[in-house]
């Protein structure tokens, strides 16, 4: 079955340590993005992409990478630099040419500082 | 910018009954698409509904409607006949109809069925 996987499901983060979320996709989708969702505050756009070899920032960006050197694949790092991580990390995906496409989203990750 | 306001943090209803969440947007454009996203306590999100912009026609998927009106730029979602199944977060979200891929989500409005 098509679908979009998401690994680890928990996650742990020491001080000044980076640490990647994985986001594997089979759908054949161009399109693929990363959000943040805190209690409250809905979903937030961290970064998407809407091609291989391309990114573009959302709406918080800061402390966070990307890659997206396959089109199945968009990996998201946190950084040292992001204050704040403990959040659900969802990652999404769409066809991308049309806009009437939904985002297909993966199962989520946790991540927690120690 | 489109911004998309759920007005209802949290809304209960009897199992059986029919209930209605509200979602109101901003944009100044005229071509976009609507959609209605489900997170049921395991977080997963799934599709409920969507609504293009140009089509006057409100969209139904078996017991969830939509009321889309486009000059208020309201959207609210209508579940008939509430199941337990139906508890879980609900988020309305906005896609603009030109190149730009992102979607805006609204903060969610969470549902609680009493049975």
């Known amino acids: 079955d098509g679908g979009i996987t998401q690994s680890p499901k928990y996650l742990f983060r020491k001080e000044g340590q980076n640490v990647t979320l994985s986001c594997e996709q089979n759908?054949?989708?161009?399109?693929m993005y990363w959000y943040r969702q805190d209690p409250g505050q809905g979903l937030r756009l961290i970064y998407y992409?809407?091609?291989?070899?391309?990114?573009q920032k959302g709406d918080i960006a800061e402390g966070y990478s990307v890659s997206r050197e396959k089109k199945e694949s968009f990996p998201l790092t946190v950084t040292s630099a992001q204050k704040n991580p403990t959040a659900f990390y969802l990652c999404?995906?769409?066809?991308?040419?049309?806009?009437?496409?939904?985002?297909?989203f993966g199962d989520g990750t946790r991540l927690s500082i120690l | 910018a489109q911004t998309v306001t759920q007005s209802q943090p949290e809304m209960s209803v009897q199992e059986a009954e029919t209930v209605t969440l509200s979602c109101t947007y901003d944009t100044s454009e005229s071509d976009y698409y609507l959609f209605w996203y489900k997170q049921p306590p395991s977080r997963q999100m799934i599709l409920v509904i969507r609504?293009?912009?140009?089509?006057?026609q409100n969209a139904t998927e078996n017991r969830f409607s939509v009321n889309f009106q486009k000059a208020a730029k309201s959207f609210s979602l209508k579940i008939s006949d509430s199941q337990l199944g139906d508890a879980a977060m609900y988020f309305c979200a906005y896609r603009s109809g030109n190149r730009d891929d992102k979607i805006i989500f609204g903060k969610g409005t969470r549902l609680h069925i009493l049975p």
């Open positions: 992409s809407q091609i291989v070899n391309d990114f």
């Open positions: 999404a995906s769409s066809l991308g040419d049309s806009s009437n496409q939904p985002q297909h």
């Open positions: 759908l054949n989708h161009d399109a």
């Open positions: 609504q293009e912009a140009y089509k006057q």
